[in-house]
């Protein structure tokens, strides 16, 4: 993993490796699998390793940075909803 991290909404031609799928697979396709709106899909936030993406937020993460008996540390990411005042 690179540091730092960043966020940022998506961007065309944006893919990653689904925690579980076995293969990559472009954002677009994925948000319209998962069901997520129009509306939705640019308020997700991405979360990057450098370029690649390691998390949307509050859905999947990439396969390829998944905890295994390698791993020798952590990060903990949480997302939480703000209430609009």
Known sequence: MQFPLSV???NKGDFFYPLGFGKKKKLQDYF??????RDR?????IVLS???IIWVAGYRADDRYK???RTASLI???MSKT???
């Open 41 to 45: 899909r640019d308020a997700v936030p």
């Open 76 to 78: 903990r990411l949480e």
């Open 50 to 52: 450098g370029n690649d």
């Open 32 to 37: 319209v699998d998962e069901k997520i709106s």
């Open 8 to 10: 940022r909404s998506r």
């Open 83 to 85: 209430k609009p005042e």
């Open 67 to 69: 905890l295994t008996d």
